[in-house]
């Protein structure tokens, strides 16, 4: 998976049911950017502090304008209100873009108003540009941040200068105006850098891990649908074997009447049609009831089938017992393996043993192993990187390995990383009464009908 363009959120494939009942996938609406809520409250939290430094400005005999920047905390205050007051909308992006830079330019100007560069609280100019790029694209960050840029160096020449108790005028070293504006500058690129990068890289795994569980869910759906099929030709063939039973006594009876005599028996002929179809769907419908659950070592069979012709031969040595046929557990299974086999140099070993109330499935391959200094991390996104000498410039984002134990927690596993010497082993651990399953026939056979 690519990374994004930005961190808003990405479009997900919406359930709606599609002619055959199940969920069939499309686009809906990109979600706000952030909500307005959020941003009137925000706003709220910063009036609250540009008061409180105001007040205790004053009561410290700080001289400064305190008409115009009265002014502009009321402009801030008035807005907040109509916000408040109007009806509430969905935040697009150019409307966060308008209510950020509102902020910015109040701020800036608040800035120029209070000493500029010699004000201890310049640093807040930064909030806004920061907002942005934890919400909005990388085109509206950029322009936030040149506006920033600009909106600095505005209050960094033309600051109106703050004045102590006596009325001296309180200044700031011109070496260390600069160095001021300078870390200002920095802290621009820097804060929104890092909330756009942090912020689109948790988008791209919310979504990675969001389409594995949308498909997971519509395979599962589909191995229910199997167990309902049995079960509803399992119940309907007692009353469908009463309508032939009826439909043929009424045939005998009515010898005398040909024309209901073809009803009664066009209706047993139904009947029997009808019990076949239930037949043929009991069949179809316990098979698929019947793969919610499998031996362990046909499980794992399922997991590595996919790469056993990619080149590394795949060795599974597995005794246990019939476990649940998660999609699940499944793919997960396969993500593990997938990543054994893209490192291996010619061998990959899967074994299974049952301790102590665990079932325990090792995964190991005969490749370079995980970095040492990465083992405690791995799992993470975006993480993975292995083998560099084996598969020159290769970096993986990770995402495989997150999703597998991401899916195999849930199913109650611990997974834990390490390196055999050589190679890389990986070892999944359930409790036995999470992953075993029941291994009994589902349902009966359904009734057979005797000949009319």
Known sequence: MSKSSGPASPVHPDPSPDAAGFSAPFETPMAEPIRMRTLVLLRWFA??????????????????????IVLLIAASITMNLWLFLRPPKRTSPGRAVRQLSFDLVQISTLMALTGGMANPFALLVLAPVTIAAASLNARQVLALGLATVALISVAA???????????EILRMEPIL????????????VFFAGYAHRVTGELSDTSGALFATQMALAREQRLQHLGGVVAAAAHEMGTPLATIKLI?????????????LRADAIALRDSADRCAAI?????RAGKDDLHMRAAPLRAVLEDAAEPHADRGPQIEIHAEGPVIHRDPAIIHALRNLIQNAVDFAESRVVIETQVTQGALVVTVRDDGPGFPPHLLSRIGDPYLSRRAEAQRGSYEGMGLGLF???????????????????????VSVRWP?????????????????FAAG
């Open 403 to 425: 999703i597998a134990k991401t899916l195999l927690e849930r199913s109650g596993a611990r997974l834990t990383f390490a390196n055999g010497g050589p190679g890389a082993v």
């Open 278 to 282: 239930l037949r043929s769907m009991g």
């Open 432 to 448: 036995l009464e999470r992953i075993r399953a029941q291994d009994r026939v589902a349902l009966a056979h359904n009734p057979t």
């Open 157 to 167: 020449v033309f600051g109106l200068p703050l004045r102590d108790p006596d009325g």
């Open 47 to 68: 009036i609250g502090g540009q008061m409180a430094a105001v007040i205790v400005a004053w009561m410290m005999g700080i001289g400064f304008w305190k008409t115009p």
């Open 247 to 259: 439909a043929a006594e009424l045939a005998d009876e009515l010898e005398d009447r040909p024309d």
């Open 177 to 188: 105006a600069v160095g001021h504006w300078v870390a200002l500058v920095i802290g621009v």
